[in-house]
């Protein structure tokens, strides 16, 4: 069965240092999506992708995060530089193109900034 | 703007007793409203949609719309059945299109 592949699964990291996170969607999904999950709270989105365009990225902290799927296939968030109050889980997913279409998330990286 | 509210962060029950997760929302338009669920040690994925209208692992949801409710149900819990619930919400167009707010969660434990 397909799934979304994440790498790594964990990172540590000292602040002000650059960490990259990186997201294989199920093949076929035009619908790429990171959440950023902080501990006790449910996952917040920061961007959204249709094929290689950003349609949603509203919630991205844009001064030290960046994210692009080039080829409209697999995908990389940046943090740079990272900042104690990123530590989170970053959790990817697809899905096919529309509201009511399941999301299918990966196992998520484990980030923290030391 | 949307949001989605799970008034309890944790809920204990014994195995066979019914159980109720709730969920509140807010939404100006016409919303998809998800359950979706993480087992220990697994990844986040689907439970239930609204749309639907099925039942999965014996849970149901019904929207209520007056109430702006899609609380999620099951009459006799089983030990399996814990796990972390999210409850979340779909916005139908817009910059929002198929964005998911979810609620902080609930975990369930069944206790035998």
């Known amino acids: 069965e397909a799934e979304v592949a994440q790498s790594p699964r964990y990172k540590i990291t000292e602040k002000s240092q650059a960490v990259a996170f990186w997201c294989d969607p199920i093949?076929?999904?035009?619908?790429l999506y990171w959440y950023r999950q902080i501990l006790g709270q449910g996952p917040e989105l920061l961007v959204q992708f249709q094929d290689e365009s950003v349609v949603d990225d509203s919630q991205l902290p844009k001064d030290r995060f960046s994210a692009e799927r080039l080829k409209g296939v697999d995908s990389t968030l940046k943090i740079q530089p990272a900042e104690l109050g990123d530590s989170a889980m970053y959790l990817c997913?697809?899905?096919?193109?529309?509201?009511?279409?399941?999301?299918?998330f990966g196992p998520g990286t484990r980030l923290t900034v030391t | 703007a949307q949001r989605v509210t799970q008034p309890e962060k944790l809920l204990s029950v014994f195995k066979g007793a019914p159980v109720e997760l709730k969920c509140n929302y807010s939404?100006?338009?016409?919303?998809?409203l998800f359950w979706y669920v993480q087992y220990s040690r697994q990844r986040l994925q689907l439970l239930l949609r609204?749309?639907s209208r099925e039942s999965i692992k014996g849970f149901t949801a019904d929207l209520n719309k007056g109430e702006t409710s899609f609380h999620l149900k099951k009459p006799f819990a089983q030990e399996e059945d814990s796990a972390m619930y999210y409850c979340?919400?779909?916005?139908?167009?817009?910059?929002?299109?198929?964005?998911?707010?979810f609620g902080q969660g609930t975990i369930l434990t069944v206790h035998p």
């Open positions: 093949s076929g999904h035009a619908t």
């Open positions: 997913a697809s899905s096919l193109w529309g509201p009511s279409y399941e999301q299918y």
């Open positions: 609204h749309i």
């Open positions: 939404y100006s338009g016409s919303p998809e």
């Open positions: 979340a919400l779909s916005g139908g167009g817009g910059t929002s299109y198929g964005k998911l707010t």
